[in-house]
């Protein structure tokens, strides 16, 4: 079994910033990319950053500019660093492990991030 961790949510003025971490721990398993993700009241989950440990990061066009996804292969970690944050970033953010591109495998429960304005 799997296990990803978040942490580093909260509540934060339109302008802030805010530093996610996610951790991944259990047995052997295959370790492609991890990203994050978000889902907001009553809208569907949505991409927001991927680091691919053959190299490479992206992101959704609305956090480009904003957001730095980093992470540690080895240590099967993640982080979010989101700067200039608005109240349309407000949702609940959940890290998950890809096996393969595109393929998300293992998800974490989430941790919620609220801008006010």
């Known amino acids: 079994q799997v296990q990803l961790v978040e942490s580093g949510g909260g509540l934060v003025q339109a302008g802030g910033s805010l530093r996610l971490s996610c951790a991944a721990s259990?047995?052997?398993?295959?370790?492609?990319?991890m990203g994050w993700f978000r889902q907001a009241p009553g809208m569907e989950r949505e991409f927001v950053a991927e680091?691919?440990?053959?190299?490479?990061?992206y992101y959704t066009d609305s956090v480009k500019g904003r957001f730095t996804i980093s992470g540690d292969h080895a240590k099967k970690t993640v982080y979010l660093q989101m700067n200039k944050l608005k109240p349309e970033d407000t949702a609940v953010y959940s890290c998950?492990?890809?096996?393969?591109?595109?393929?998300?495998?293992?998800w974490g429960q989430g941790t919620q991030v609220t801008v006010s304005s």
């Open positions: 998950a492990v890809g096996g393969s591109a595109g393929v998300w495998e293992y």
């Open positions: 259990g047995r052997t398993f295959s370790n492609y990319a």
């Open positions: 680091i691919r440990w053959s190299g490479g990061t």
